[in-house]
């Protein structure tokens, strides 16, 4: 059974996933010995922290409420820049992949992500495109995402025209 498996490439690089706890979700062209090579090789990236390129990203601060998702970090801010609640969640979609050079826009905080999977090529900055915010009329308190299905749920304070406190009788 051993020699069956060694022998192939298929089974050899199915074996490599499942024992990384990893699934294919991607349709390659590339031959599995091909792509069992590139799996190893971003596995030993990662035990020993060799990454092949790294990605500064210009942040506004540092958030109390953020969440970091498939590849987007969002930070929660407002105007008065006070941790404790948002006004705003800006969403930066971070490069798995080295991105054009861009502008340095904003900021005074900086975040880097790096990838170990291979990619080579000049480190860029985020792009315009690659950065957004969404402005919302409520004092959020917290929020959560999930980008593969495009969902952002929100924990807000209900508006004080809402709010009653009448008692029992």
């Known amino acids: 059974m051993r020699n069956t498996v060694q022998k192939s490439a298929l089974l050899s690089y199915h074996i490599d996933l499942a024992y990384h706890k990893l699934q294919a979700t991607e349709t390659f062209t590339i031959s599995y010995a091909a792509r069992r090579r590139r799996l190893l090789k971003s596995q030993n990236r ?17 958030a109390y409420m953020y969440d970091f998702v498939n590849g987007i970090y969002a930070i929660g801010q ?9 006004e705003n969640v800006t969403f930066y979609r971070l490069p798995p992949h080295p991105t054009l050079p861009t502008s340095k ?22 792009s315009k495109e690659d950065r957004w915010t969404h402005g ?27 709010v009653s406190f009448s008692s029992p009788t």
């Not at 407002?78 to 941790?83: M, V, Y």
């Not at 992500?113 to 900055?125: E, F, L």
């Open 136 to 162: 919302f009329n409520m004092t959020i308190l917290d929020f959560t995402m999930d980008p593969e299905q495009d969902f952002l749920a929100l924990l807000a304070l209900a508006p004080p025209e809402l």
């Open 46 to 62: 990662w035990s020993s922290l060799e990454w092949t390129a790294k990605h500064e990203v210009e942040c506004p601060h540092t």
């Open 78 to 86: 407002n105007a008065a820049n006070d941790r404790r609640f948002s």
């Open 105 to 126: 826009e904003g900021g005074v905080g900086s975040t880097v992500a790096s990838s170990a999977n291979g990619a080579t090529g000049t480190p860029g900055g985020i």
